[in-house]
Each structure stands twice: as structure tokens, then as C-alpha cells.
């Protein structure tokens, strides 16, 4: 069950990982109650490791919402979250105006997100078992602002070999 309770660290670390946050609380017990069936199966050979990603990703879902909204810093708050199957979604709300929002500031939110995402291994972990990440911000009325969908990172530990953008999806390349 220790791939269920590190998968469970990363999805609540992935989006919701600041000093001025407080940390949501997992209950891995529930978590390994929900999922433990799939995990056992997967290990058997008859279940893909996605079905154990898809099963975490929607227990830890249920277990964040009951948390949120979680206040990240003086102007970022998870609303909520989601999970579709294997992706993991992070509906967060920023204190400003859409209007405001510069192609400029799209892309560092985006560029920023990636990095923080590809840059930690127990993410690109869950990335390489088929588990997105997909974050999408809103205004403090709810307009859309941006958002990013992250199905891959570069294979190594340096820096991005390319960045494709195109179709509503951003994403590194290997």
C-alpha cells in the first residue's frame, strides 16, 4: 500500500504545496480502503498501474474537497478539486481581474506551473504512470484566467528540450 499513500502525498503536494499554505491532512486508511483492491490487482498483473492512479487520484479528490477552498498565498486559493479517471484537477481562483491578464502572465503562470510540476520527481512519477495534471484558474468572479494540462515532462533532470503548444494543450516534450 505505500504506492497509494506517496501517491496520495503527491497529489496533495502538487497543487496545494506552499509555506503560507496549511496543509491538507489525507487519510491514508480510507485511501487504502478505496483502492487497495486495485493496487493488489495491479500488482498481480491484471489491472494497469493507471487504474491504481485513476482510484487514488478520485479518493484523494474526495478527501481534498472536503478541505477547500485552501488558501495558497495572499492571492491564490484551490477552490476545488477534481479527478477524471487518471487526471488530477486543480480549479484554483486568483484575485484579479481576468481583463487585466496579459498573454505575458498567462504564459509565466503556465511556465511557472510546469516547472514546479516537471521539477518534482514524485510528480513526473505520477505523470509517467499515465496521471495528468490539468490546473485551471479563474478570476475572483469566476471568469476564466488560464489553464494547463501536464501529460509529460523531459526525460532527464535538466531543462525542457522543446515546448509545444497547440490545441489548448501545453507541454513538455521528451
Known sequence: MGDLRMLAAILVAGGLASAAAAQPQMDNDALQ????????????GRAAIVDVVACANAESARQLNAQ??????EITT???????????VYNVRIEVDA?????????????????????????????GNGGPYRY????????????????RCWADEGQPSRLAVGGGRDRFCS
Not at 68 to 73: A, E, K, L, S, T
Not at 100 to 127: K, P
Open 33 to 44: 480502503s478505496a483502492c487497495g483492491a486495485v493496487e493488489r490487482e495491479w500488482q498481480a
Open 68 to 73: 477547500m477552498p485552501m488558501r495558497v498565498d
Open 78 to 88: 484551490v477552490e476545488s478539486v477534481a479527478a477524471h479517471g487518471p487526471e488530477f
Open 99 to 127: 481583463a487585466a491578464v496579459t498573454a505575458a502572465m498567462r504564459d509565466n503562470l503556465s511556465a511557472g506551473t510546469r516547472a514546479y510540476v516537471c521539477n518534482a520527481a514524485d510528480m513526473r512519477q505520477t505523470i
Open 136 to 151: 485551471r484558474w479563474g478570476d475572483r468572479s469566476g471568469r476564466p484566467v488560464n489553464q494547463l494540462l501536464i501529460d
